[in-house]
């Protein structure tokens, strides 16, 4: 249904699950199969400091108090650290910065995470499930942008000063759907006058699943489909054949 381009502007693909939340040692039965993929682990710990009452006075001082550490989150990341995924006690992310290849192959290591994490999260409530796609395109010159992309900051005459930053937000809710989908685009000028596009689109879906594999990725492929449909319908075919 929509083009395939040569050279895709893909710099992050992100996948991510919400749920029920869960204690966070339940995790702890995936991390040997995680760290086949992900050798890397970092652990995020929160505490919670008590002083019970103690008064704080100027200089250096010894305090008596109480701490309460606990996880928060835990991050496995690749030998080369850019594929990762995190984990909180209600959300599950695999985020990609890899040369984007197509999303077959994006699809397969999202498979390859949700295998690990089925018989520990089994039994949860699933409550939105996204994908999330940033593309930067970086381009010579920027005088209209209309000839580039279809929704646009416009002015009339030429601006003020020369253009060196902008960017708006817009939000689509689907009919007859639990979906929405968040778009952000942006343009930077860095010194040498060239522009850098970012096209940020994330697609949520809020509809209730258990978590099963083979629901949760035709739930992952109609994304894909609105995604498809807000990114080709954000480019111009000048932009395209900057892609091939």
């Not at 008590?50 to 690749?78: C, E, F, M, Q, V």
């Not at 020369?162 to 010194?191: K, M």
Request: charged share 25%.
């Amino acid at each position: 249904m929509y083009p395939s381009l040569n050279n895709p502007p893909v710099k992050l693909a992100l996948f991510q699950l919400k749920f029920s939340a869960v204690e966070m040692n339940v995790y702890d039965k995936t991390d040997t199969l995680l760290r086949h993929k992900f050798p890397i682990r970092k652990d995020n710990i929160e505490v919670g400091l008590n002083l019970d009452n103690t008064s704080i006075p100027l200089g250096k001082s010894r305090l008596n108090g109480t701490s309460d550490a606990k996880i928060k989150s835990y991050i496995y990341l690749t030998s080369d650290q850019k594929e990762r995924v995190e984990i909180l006690e209600d959300t599950l992310t695999y985020i990609s910065e890899l040369l984007y290849n197509g999303w077959d192959n994006f699809i397969k290591q999202v498979e390859s995470v949700l295998d690990v994490f089925s018989n520990v999260l089994g039994n949860v409530d699933i409550k939105r499930t996204s994908i999330r796609f940033i593309n930067r395109f970086l381009l010579d010159e920027f005088e209209k942008p209309e000839d580039y992309f279809t929704t646009v900051i416009s002015k009339n005459g030429e601006t003020l000063f020369p253009l060196r930053q902008y960017g708006f937000r817009l939000q689509y809710d689907i009919p007859q759907t639990n979906v929405y989908a968040i778009v952000n685009q942006s343009v930077e000028s860095d010194f040498s006058n060239k522009f850098a596009y970012l096209l940020d689109i994330d697609v949520l879906d809020r509809q209730s699943l258990f978590y099963d594999k083979e629901t949760i990725l035709s739930c992952i492929s109609n994304l894909r489909e609105i995604k498809n449909k807000i990114f080709f319908d954000s480019i111009t075919d000048k932009t395209k054949e900057l892609c091939n």
